[in-house]
Nanobody
Framework: EVQLVESGGGLVQAGGSLRLSCAAS????????IGWFRQAPGKEREGVSS????????YYADSVKGRFTISRDNAKNTVYLQMNSLKPEDTAVYYC????????????????WGQGTQVTVSS
């Protein structure tokens, strides 16, 4: 069974940090790009960051560039999103997803999605 499971969300004050994890199973993990997306209540889903299968290519939305860092450990079938200097506008449900080719944040290209983890940043 192909599965992605997010973890690491929670409540943090503005300026704080969280590290999200996306654990994969059931497919050849190192052959897939992994993206992080988020959705806040009443807003459209937006792309946050992505990383190629090898980890050599990364992409960040302008809104998080310089604050978030994506990485992966293919031996552990896990992708991480380190989030620093968090702002209230980062509050959302965060999802990870897998794509069979490197399409940085084109949601329709991602064929497998996790169920999300809540990140809440208080002011």
């Amino acid at each position: 069974e192909v599965q992605l499971v997010e973890s690491g969300g929670g409540l943090v004050q503005a300026g704080g940090s969280l590290r999200l994890s996306c654990a994969a199973s059931g497919f050849a993990f190192d052959g897939y790009t992994i993206g992080w997306f988020r959705q806040a209540p009443g807003k459209e889903r937006e792309g946050v960051s992505s990383i190629s299968g090898s980890g050599r290519s990364t992409y960040y939305a302008d809104s998080v560039k310089g604050r978030f860092t994506i990485s992966r450990d293919n031996a552990k079938n896990t992708v991480y999103l380190q989030m620093n200097s968090l702002k209230p506008e980062d509050t959302a449900v965060y999802y990870c997803a897998a794509s069979s080719n490197y399409v940085p944040l084109s949601a329709p290209s991602y064929i497998c999605w996790g169920q999300g983890t809540q990140v809440t940043v208080s002011s």
